[in-house]
């Protein structure tokens, strides 16, 4: 059974950092991209980031808004992903979902979310 | 950069009818190789989007046949027969052709 559950959200000072992680069982994690979306509460979706899988090199890719201040990473022999979040902004304040995404582009499945709050 | 735009934005329906949810790009999501990269996701309340269809008009595993994607280019839809009362939540369109992935605004459909 594919799971991924997300950890590491809490509350943090506007210019502070996190680390969020992911870890995911049950399927052949090199095998698969990875991405971060987050909901900011009362919004919808957005699409942080991702990790490409061992194939295409691990290749990082981050949206413009969190460019320069967030990075993607994995951990193969941990089965985790991660986001290392800085310079933390108010409007960062939400819910971090990581999902795998599928050949087609599609996440297919999507961790519970983890909350993270930039507030002073 | 894509802009995705759905309509409506809040949709009362009775259970047992059916209920349609327009999605268009301002870009056309069709790719060179025939696929067309349009998924519509699912947040039912309290819980983690989940996957409805790909590639605009695959359904997901699991995914009750009461499920249909359509559209090519620009403009898709997601139609459901036959509602029913665990169909609530917030319905996204997402754009694949190109990351960044952008998401609609989501369509909020309610039981009436």
């Known amino acids: 059974e594919v799971q991924l559950v997300e950890s590491g959200g809490g509350l943090v000072q506007p210019g502070g950092s996190l680390r969020l992680s992911c870890t995911a069982s049950?399927?052949?994690?090199?095998?698969?991209?990875m991405d971060w979306v987050r909901q900011a509460p009362g919004k919808g979706l957005e699409w942080v980031g991702r990790?490409?899988?061992?194939?295409?090199?691990?290749?990082?890719e981050h949206a413009a808004s969190v460019r320069g201040r967030f990075t993607i990473s994995r951990d193969e022999s941990q089965n985790s992903f991660y986001l290392q979040m800085n310079t933390l902004r108010i409007e960062d304040t939400a819910v971090y979902y990581c999902a795998r995404a599928s050949v087609g582009r599609h996440h297919d499945y999507w961790g519970p979310g983890t909350l993270v709050t930039v507030s002073s | 950069d894509f802009v995705m735009t759905q309509s409506p934005l809040s949709l009362p329906v009775t259970p047992g009818e059916s209920a349609s949810i327009s999605c268009r790009s301002s870009q056309s999501l069709l790719h060179s190789n025939g696929n067309n990269y349009l998924n519509w996701y699912l947040q039912k309340p309290g819980q983690s989007p989940q996957l409805l269809i790909y590639l605009g008009s695959n359904r997901a595993s699991g995914v009750p046949d009461r499920f249909s994607g359509s559209g090519s280019g620009t403009d898709f839809t997601l139609k459901i027969s036959r509602v029913e009362a665990e169909d609530v939540g917030v319905y996204y369109c997402m754009q694949a052709l190109q990351t960044a992935f952008i998401f609609g605004q989501g369509t909020r459909l309610e039981i009436k």
């Open positions: 990790s490409r899988n061992k194939r295409d090199s691990y290749i990082s």
């Open positions: 049950g399927f052949t994690f090199s095998d698969y991209y």
